[in-house]
């Protein structure tokens, strides 16, 4: 009796100890780092803000946290099947972009009044998203004229507006993909002439997932909510 008790003793301690042992573990994984690196490689242990450029750490770890399921919900964007071309060239579903906080808005490159200001909000958008937060986001232009808006328009377009970086993409569907999406984000758009088009002024958000949390409509409206449900969702 005396050796069963000792062997169930000597159990409960090692599950103790390696519980703990555990625990330790998982807390000496959390690490944080400056965002832009002013120190190179250099991690800490705790939350505080970079003593050089005084921005608050980064935590490295927060990509183990935003591990997706492989499951799409009802709602989210990644169940369309249609395939796009983006401005390199590539030819893409929309479940590609899954794994980071979309910000979309649809336009056409021949536009000479709303679309240029509506290119204009988006770059404000990125300009204003925190450093630590912007490799989380990708900003996608779905372009409502297919026809005229081959890669290599989307490709000049881009140049010419100073959003060429990897975190925009832009992409040309068919007339009947870009309709079913335009559906899907409540944008109306109807062509007026053979280069012309009136449409909806809307920027939408979707998380990682591809669900949409956020939608800005208008034209140089103040984005602050925007920008706040982006790293909200970042976060999440």
């Given at each position: 009796?005396?050796?069963?008790?000792?062997?169930?003793?000597?159990?409960?301690?090692?599950?103790?100890?390696?519980?703990?042992?555990?625990?330790?573990?998982?807390?000496?994984?959390?690490?944080?780092?400056?965002?832009?690196?002013?120190?190179?490689?250099?991690?800490?242990?705790?939350?505080?803000?970079?003593?050089?450029?005084?921005?608050?750490?980064?935590?490295?770890?927060?990509?183990?946290?935003?591990?997706?399921?492989?499951?799409?919900?009802?709602?989210?964007?990644?169940?369309?099947?249609?395939?796009?071309?983006?401005?390199?060239?590539?030819?893409?579903?929309?479940?590609?972009?899954?794994?980071?906080?979309?910000?979309?808005?649809?336009?056409?490159?021949?536009?000479?009044?709303?679309?240029?200001?509506?290119?204009?909000?988006?770059?404000?958008?990125?300009?204003?998203?925190?450093?630590?937060?912007?490799?989380?986001v990708q900003f996608v232009f779905i372009s409502i004229d297919p026809e005229n808006d081959t890669p290599e328009k989307l490709k000049q377009f881009a140049v010419?507006?100073?959003?060429?970086?990897?975190?925009?993409?832009?992409?040309?569907?068919?007339?009947?993909?870009?309709?079913?999406?335009?559906?899907?984000?409540?944008?109306?758009?109807?062509?007026?002439?053979?280069?012309?088009?009136?449409?909806?002024?809307?920027?939408?958000?979707?998380?990682?997932?591809?669900?949409?949390?956020?939608?800005?409509?208008?034209?140089?409206?103040?984005?602050?909510?925007?920008?706040?449900?982006?790293?909200?969702?970042?976060?999440?």
């Amino acid at each position: 009796m005396k050796s069963i008790k000792f062997i169930l003793l000597f159990t409960t301690l090692t599950l103790l100890v390696s519980c703990d042992k555990k625990s330790k573990d998982e807390t000496a994984k959390i690490e944080y780092q400056c965002p832009m690196k002013c120190e190179g490689e250099k991690v800490y242990s705790e939350k505080g803000t970079c003593p050089v450029c005084e921005m608050d750490l980064r935590l490295l770890s927060k990509a183990s946290k935003k591990v997706l399921s492989t499951e799409i919900s009802e709602e989210s964007i990644f169940n369309l099947t249609s395939s796009w071309n983006t401005e390199e060239g590539k030819t893409i579903t929309l479940k590609e972009l899954k794994g980071k906080t979309l910000v979309m808005v649809m336009v056409y490159t021949t536009c000479k009044a709303a679309c240029p200001r509506l290119t204009g909000d988006m770059r404000n958008i990125e300009q204003k998203i925190p450093a630590e937060y912007k490799d989380d986001v990708q900003f996608v232009f779905i372009s409502i004229d297919p026809e005229n808006d081959t890669p290599e328009k989307l490709k000049q377009f881009a140049v010419d507006n100073y959003i060429d970086g990897e975190q925009w993409t832009f992409l040309q569907g068919t007339e009947s993909n870009v309709r079913e999406f335009a559906n899907v984000l409540a944008v109306k758009y109807k062509q007026i002439s053979p280069l012309d088009f009136s449409h909806s002024n809307i920027i939408s958000v979707f998380n990682p997932g591809g669900e949409l949390v956020h939608q800005q409509e208008g034209l140089g409206v103040d984005n602050k909510e925007t920008i706040a449900k982006i790293i909200e969702t970042v976060n999440q």
